[in-house]
């Protein structure tokens, strides 16, 4: 119920397969992404913090370090 919420833009029929996620994977939605997606998450190994991220300039600086 709270995804739904969250998102006027899911399907029924999307919302349907939320159940059956497992362990490390989730939807992906919002002004990152044109359509939801779902992905795996491996194991974090980050920082926590609460707040909104810059995750616009954190890809950048993961992309320049690629080689």
């Known amino acids: 119920m709270h995804v739904q919420k969250a998102s006027e833009t899911l399907s029924d029929d999307f919302l349907s397969h ?3 996620l497992n ?3 989730a939807v992906v939605l919002g002004l990152m992404t ?3 997606a779902m ?3 491996s ?3 980050g920082k926590l913090s609460c707040g909104d991220l810059d995750i ?3 890809w950048r600086e993961m992309m320049l370090k690629e080689p």
């Open 18 to 20: 939320l159940p059956s």
């Open 56 to 58: 616009e300039s954190i």
């Open 43 to 45: 194991e974090f190994s």
């Open 34 to 36: 044109p359509v939801p």
């Open 23 to 25: 362990i490390g994977e």
């Open 39 to 41: 992905v795996k998450v």
